[in-house]
């Protein structure tokens, strides 16, 4: 398991394709969501995991960054897949019509499974 930048945000990478973030459970600074972005779109080869398990609040910036990814990745075939998100974050992709535009895990070992069982064990630092 490899640190790919410290931020209040846990970011790691479980394989060379996969890319999980952590959100903080303060979001006013989307500092996580911008470096997720920058890297879907400097190294789309990667799929995305976003943790929401710390998260209590989804501001529109944060739902702007999403999908703006989910774009980017989708156009070269990579998944954005949330995780761990709270039920009131979850009424709120249904309420704007959204919950069909994502791929939603019940954990990070859910969203790890649905990318493939070999790519779900860490490698050692």
């Known amino acids: 398991m490899s640190e790919v930048k410290e931020t209040d945000a846990h970011t790691w990478q479980?394989?060379?394709?996969?890319?999980?973030i952590a959100l903080p459970?303060?979001?006013?600074?989307?500092?996580?969501?911008?470096?997720?972005?920058?890297?879907a779109y400097t190294r789309p080869q990667r799929h995305v995991i976003v943790d929401f398990s710390?998260?209590?609040?989804?501001?529109?910036?944060?739902?702007?960054?999403?999908m703006v990814?989910?774009?980017q990745l989708d156009a070269h075939d990579k998944k954005l897949i949330?995780?761990?998100v709270p039920d009131n974050i979850l009424r709120m992709f249904t309420c704007v019509g959204l919950?069909?535009?994502?791929?939603?895990?019940?954990?990070?070992?859910?969203?790890l499974e649905s990318l493939?069982?070999?790519c779900c064990t860490p490698r050692s630092a």
């Open 14 to 20: 479980p394989s060379e394709d996969i890319l999980v």
């Open 25 to 39: 459970r303060h979001t006013h600074n989307s500092e996580a969501l911008d470096l997720a972005g920058e890297m």
């Open 54 to 66: 710390r998260t209590c609040v989804m501001t529109s910036s944060m739902l702007s960054q999403l």
């Open 69 to 71: 990814m989910e774009r």
């Open 82 to 84: 949330l995780c761990s």
């Open 99 to 111: 919950r069909s535009l994502f791929q939603f895990a019940e954990d990070q070992k859910a969203a």
């Open 116 to 118: 493939g069982g070999t």
